[in-house]
RNA sequence: GCGGAUGUGGUGAAAUUGGUAGACACGCCAGACUUAGGAUCUGGUGCCGAGAGGUGUGCGGGUUCGAGUCCCUCCAUCCGCACCA
């Protein structure tokens, strides 16, 4: 009886199916655990053998729990809004609804040939109408909520509303861009859109103009982690900078509590720093300048108040709007020069400009707090409109872009630290003593810096502040295939619809793109084509990709729930994701938005926790290994062993790398089937007549030729080999191109492991004792297996299972117990091959996924017996691989008495002993 | 520039608290069986050396009886952020 993994691995799958094997409840009687992967959004090319990974990982511990007894939650569902089907839909005309639904099914038949344990009675679908009810929903509630500082969480616009008419805005503490003042009196004779204008600016998700990016290419602006080194992440367009309406998150709200939760969160500390990095929370002081002949001043944030007496000329970013007030006469048409050409820059250029140093005077000036000097004003592109206060007071001394600019126009650089030499460069660091300073010489800069506070807070032209990089997130797109807003407009004042009408589901369009006028597309919805048409015109922009995927995970603990996104009883059981596997690329994206409305959810009582992932382990991408071919000017192929030290001459094309032969070689008659260009190509062939490739590590894509995919891997070896296979590839965390030459190794181990069980073709297991060393081959797997899931060591597992076959093949054993007990041990990695084994040691009616993980018994592991000595140098040393209930006493006295110890010390007496338990035992003579 | 990570055979990689470096697998070499094999099995395989032996975890130092592992300097590669005041 051979290893028929075809049969044996659809037969279990249907069985699992059947029988319902992987459907979970709620169960109070057992503990929880939550395996989560980040859902896939399902593109039309599939699935390569890459996007498995992370799932074989968490499918293996979750099978791993299970067997220890938790009530295990591993569910799977589709991010299925997204650019793609749109851009489909736009040049078919093809619905994208009808794209995704295609898409998803064949996803799901990929997903399914690997064997996941996924409970598919929970899946979640982010487009469809009854998950984006619950998104919705939830803008709804961040709508009408602000953050108040004072009891530091969201809080409903109704308490605020409430406070405003009674005392105006004095006594609010919240987070606001709101920065007038206003008695109640006030409030009540402020129009309804005033009083809108002014909620709008406390609440959570709310409609401003504001600067976004702009990617005409799209048609549609971008939140800033959609942009990668100026350009779209997804298809790389230019982004520009352009001033529009736009629904955003004031996601800055908790910047301090999402930095805060990071250390409550077992994460990697490269995630960590990246969101970190991306809060960018600094600490300082803003402080006022007043301005020569001018009522106006000027507001800097600086984290060096200490180095307040070294500032020499104040900076401001050419789009500060005190710019075109202040400028004199002399200066005003070389500073709208300036502001010209800095404002012709994108995004891209001025960061790719880092090194030039431009910068405009504009004539006016500012009055230094302490010392009453006059300091000229600058506008210069280095500032940023967009952090801080857009100004800065510039420390030549203390800081190297100051500094630089200062010796580009010949500024005054004023030394205020002793005993550094400032003559080449700014000194940064934080450790010298402070001079020429007046009140703050003498002082280190830590204590500097709160005299510097204090004196700045007396004079009353500041104050200690923190500041953070993060920006609220825009949150609209001018894009068809999102969730809609349940938003309307009476009098251009958004409402909210109402809960009973929910979903606002997507109405029919004649096309998927924006109007003639500029309009996003679901302006083109006739008011009938809405399924609630309210207020004068609906909100015609849609959600961003990252809405739906930012609460998902709740979701799946009661994925039919009509009446809440998801239940109390629910959500009090299964809490947060105990481990959550899934790319790095989320890193500021899809991870910060789900702690962001995670905690808010907390914080309106929802949800029993305010962090969403307990664990997260990013997984490695699994890399293509391109096969590159070069054509000469005619058009005649070159093996690249005959040009491979100038490829210059010669264009490259990229060869599927199905056609490869050997790793290196093309196979000429498949390629010239493969496509007509290649039919009558001309070949300079190498001495072996073959044509060579250059061989290159990509990221796996169609474009170029370089997929590899699960399904030719199963069809040919097998999931459970494909499963450990991936596993045993390496370190889950690492990034490693795919080759699939190991495979055999694997698949060879799965054939031997079945061999245990067979004899001349026919199932047999003996029924006696096992022998003290099979027991120990088991005793010692189980023990290194469970440190392996424990640190989430997957290819050092599967490393184990093959010692422990070997040494079973080579111990003859084919015990009922030991083979029992391994098969448990490999049930999470080879579910198909285990539960085959398990049917025919313990027949059909139990399943090996319900027995109970193995227990290693401690006197299995122990050896005995001393070795040898190992060296003599001065020293001597034996391996000891002793008897753990010896103490080092006995050891000493035992392996001094052994006649090679003797032989060695020559009747010396040892002057020390060092042992170390179980392994080594030096004697220093 | 700042931050994070990683450097071990021909290759992917092991080495759990410092304790026989290279487990396991691929590849390669030799052999067995076979009409054949991209099947199976056996043995070998870090490097130098015929051998004994020497040497070896990016470089150079240090701590230690003992360092891939800990500390310092440097180098290389990858990732993230980047004029953030």
């Given at each position: 009886m051979e290893y028929d993994f075809r049969n044996l691995e659809s037969k279990w799958r249907k069985n699992w199916q059947d029988r319902g094997t992987y459907h979970v409840k709620e169960d109070p009687t057992k503990p929880k655990y939550y395996v989560l992967d980040m859902f896939?959004?399902?593109?039309?090319?599939g699935l390569h053998v890459g996007h498995p990974l992370g799932y074989i990982a968490s499918d293996i511990y979750a099978r791993y729990k299970r067997l220890q007894g938790f009530n295990v939650l591993h569910p799977m569902g589709y991010d299925?809004?997204?650019?793609p089907a749109e851009q489909y839909a736009i040049q078919t005309g093809q619905h994208p609804a009808v794209t995704t639904d295609e898409n998803i099914a064949r996803y799901r038949q990929q997903l399914d040939q690997i064997g996941f344990?996924?409970?598919?009675?929970r899946e979640v679908r982010t487009s469809s109408p009854d998950y984006y009810k619950w998104t919705q929903w939830i803008f709804k509630q961040l709508f009408d909520c602000y953050y108040d500082l004072k009891t530091d969480k969201a809080e409903r616009i109704s308490t605020l509303i409430h406070a405003f008419e009674m005392d105006?805005?004095?006594n609010i503490q919240a987070v606001t861009d709101f920065e007038g003042q206003f008695t109640s009196t006030e409030w009540h004779a402020y129009s309804a859109q005033q009083k809108e204008e002014i909620i709008q600016a406390y609440r959570l998700a709310y409609l401003a103009e504001s600067w976004v990016n702009w990617c005409p290419a799209l048609g549609t602006v971008l939140a800033n982690d959609e942009i990668i080194n100026g350009v779209s992440?997804?298809?790389?367009h230019p982004v520009e900078q352009k001033r529009m309406r736009q629904w955003s998150m004031r996601i800055k709200a908790y910047a301090e509590r999402l930095l805060e939760g990071l250390d409550r969160i077992d994460w990697s500390d490269s995630i960590k720093e990246q969101q970190r990095n991306w809060i960018g929370k600094s600490q300082g002081a803003s402080v006022s300048f007043a301005i020569e002949n001018s009522i106006e001043s000027i507001e800097v944030f600086t984290?060096?108040?200490?180095?307040?007496?070294?500032?020499s000329f104040m900076v401001l970013a050419?789009?500060?709007?005190l710019v075109n007030q202040l400028v004199s006469a002399e200066c005003k048409s070389a500073v709208e020069q300036y502001q010209k050409e800095a404002g012709l820059k994108s995004e891209r250029d001025r960061q790719a400009d880092v090194k030039n140093i431009t910068g405009q005077a504009i004539g006016a000036y500012a009055i230094?707090?302490?010392?009453g000097d006059r300091i000229p004003i600058w506008i210069g592109d280095?500032?940023?409109?967009?952090?801080?206060?857009?100004a800065v007071m510039a420390v030549p001394c203390g800081d190297q872009r100051d500094y630089d600019f200062a010796k580009y126009f010949g500024l005054p650089i004023k030394n205020?630290?002793?005993?550094?030499?400032i003559t080449e460069q700014?000194?940064?660091?934080?450790d010298a003593q402070i001079a020429e300073?007046?009140?703050?010489?003498?002082?280190d800069a830590k204590s500097a810096m709160i005299k510097a506070i204090e004196a700045i807070e007396a004079k009353g032209i500041g104050k200690g502040k923190t500041n953070f990089r993060l920006r609220d997130a825009v949150?609209?797109?001018?894009?068809?295939w999102g969730e809609p807003f349940p938003v309307c407009y009476q009098n251009e004042i958004p409402e909210l619809i109402s809960d009973?009408?929910?979903?606002i589901e997507l109405p029919e369009v004649d096309k998927y793109l924006p109007t003639e006028?500029?309009?996003?597309?679901?302006?083109?919805?006739?008011?009938?084509?809405?399924n609630h048409f309210q207020g004068?015109?609906?909100?015609?922009n849609t959600m961003p990709g990252w809405a739906g995927s930012s609460w998902y995970f709740l979701r799946?603990?009661?994925?039919?729930?009509?009446?809440?996104?998801?239940g109390k009883e629910k959500v009090d059981y299964?809490?947060?994701?105990d481990l959550y596997i899934g790319?790095?690329?989320?890193?500021?994206?899809h991870l910060l938005y789900s702690r962001f409305w995670t905690k808010f959810l907390y914080d309106q009582g929802?949800?029993?926790?305010?962090?969403?992932?307990?664990k997260l382990i990013n997984q490695g991408m699994i890399l293509g290994k391109s096969a590159i071919a070069y054509l000469d000017s005619e058009g005649k192929m070159h093996s690249y062993d005959l040009i491979a030290h100038d490829t210059s001459q010669f264009r490259e094309v990229r060869i599927l790398?199905?056609?490869?032969?050997?790793?290196?070689?093309?196979?000429i008659d498949a390629l010239r089937k493969w496509q007509p260009q290649f039919e009558k190509l001309e070949l300079k062939t190498n001495d072996q007549g073959k044509i060579l490739v250059k061989r290159e590590v990509d990221k796996m894509s169609k474009r170029w030729y370089n997929v590899v995919t699960p399904d030719d891997l199963c069809e040919k070896y097998g999931a459970d080999t494909l499963r450990m296979y991936e596993m045993f590839l390496?370190?889950?965390e690492q990034s490693k191109p795919w080759d699939t030459k190991g495979i055999t190794g694997v698949h060879g181990f799965l054939k031997k492991y079945w061999r245990l069980f067979h004899q001349n073709g026919q199932f047999e297991v003996s029924d006696g004792a096992p022998t003290k060393e099979s027991m120990k081959s088991l005793h010692k797997t189980i023990k290194r297996l469970r440190d392996d899931l424990d640190r989430f060591s997957f290819n050092t597992g599967v490393s184990s299972f093959m010692i422990c076959v070997n040494e079973l093949t080579e111990q003859k054993c084919n015990n009922r117990e030991v083979l029992t007990q391994l098969s448990i041990l490999m049930a999470p990695y080879a579910p198909h091959i285990t539960e085959e084994i398990w049917s025919k040691l313990h027949?059909?009616?139990?399943?090996?996924?319900?027995q109970s993980y193995p227990v290693f018994d401690e006197q299995y592991l122990k050896e005995s017996d001393f070795e040898y000595p190992v060296s003599f140098n001065g020293k001597l040393r034996f391996k000891v691989s002793l008897s753990?209930?010896?103490?080092p006493k006995e050891i000493e006295a035992q392996v001094l008495g052994m006649p090679e110890t003797q032989k060695y010390l020559e009747g010396n007496t040892p002057k020390k002993t060092i042992i170390v338990p179980g392994r080594i035992i030096n004697f220093v003579i």
């Open positions: 896939p959004y399902p593109s039309g090319a299925s809004f997204g650019l344990s996924y409970d598919w009675s105006g805005n004095s992440e997804r298809g790389g984290t060096r108040p200490d180095t307040i007496f070294g500032v050419p789009e500060h709007p230094h707090p302490f010392t280095y500032v940023l409109a967009s952090y801080g206060t857009g205020i630290f002793a005993n550094v030499d700014a000194y940064t660091e934080k300073s007046d009140f703050l010489n003498g002082l949150f609209s797109r001018q894009r068809y009973d009408l929910l979903p006028d500029g309009e996003p597309p679901l302006a083109r919805a006739k008011k009938e084509a809405w004068e015109r609906m909100e015609f799946y603990m009661d994925p039919s729930n009509e009446n809440e996104f998801v299964w809490k947060n994701v790319g790095s690329e989320h890193a500021t994206g929802y949800i029993p926790f305010d962090e969403p992932f307990e790398i199905d056609l490869i032969q050997d790793d290196e070689s093309i196979d390496g370190p889950l027949g059909d009616n139990s399943s090996i996924f319900d753990v209930e010896l103490t």
